[in-house]
């Protein structure tokens, strides 16, 4: 899902010219808009210091990718390891209108919309349920799991096309 992600993204007539600057160069040429995947060290580092284990789903992402640049128009970039962090941490104003617990995994320069994972509601397989949360919605929008997240952005931004 992914690379076609990325192609979709990096298609001049489709999608790049909804962006306010191009992909850099090196970015259209490889054809991706992630880097090289975590290795287990940075993300047991992220775990040591959240003070917990990853989600599958979101472990498994960091493992492919560690970052990514925009999934949406609205999400400027899924943050790398090194940046994740609670969001008391990170947007201290965004705790008045979501819970201090959750994980912020995206940017956007504005913050007027972002991903963040829920540790207080976990499945049984482990994964957390995964928020789409912007101003412009008076809702929280809630998935099972990052997984389900990123597979509806991927089905939102296909039908912009």
């Known amino acids: 899902m992914l690379q076609r992600w990325s192609d979709d993204w990096l298609d ?3 999608h790049e010219e909804e962006r306010v600057e191009p992909f850099p160069a090196e970015v259209r040429a490889a054809r991706w808009l992630g880097g090289a995947g975590a290795d287990d060290v940075r993300i047991t580092r992220l775990e040591e210091r959240l003070g917990r284990r990853l989600p599958p789903s979101y472990r498994e992402f960091l ?3 560690d970052g990514w640049l925009n999934t949406t128009t609205e999400i400027d970039r899924l943050l790398p390891a090194g940046e994740v962090g609670w969001t008391r941490d990170l947007e201290p104003g965004m705790v008045t209108w979501t819970q201090d617990t959750t994980l912020k995994i995206s940017h956007t320069p504005d913050a007027t919309a972002t991903y963040l994972l829920n540790p207080n509601v976990v499945t049984a397989e ?6 789409y949360v912007a101003h412009w919605i008076d809702v929280v929008i809630r998935y099972r799991s990052f997984w389900d997240l990123m597979n509806c952005e991927y089905d939102s931004f296909r039908l912009a096309e």
């Open 12 to 14: 001049p007539i489709l």
């Open 63 to 65: 493992q492919t990718t």
């Open 126 to 131: 482990g994964e957390w349920e995964a928020w």
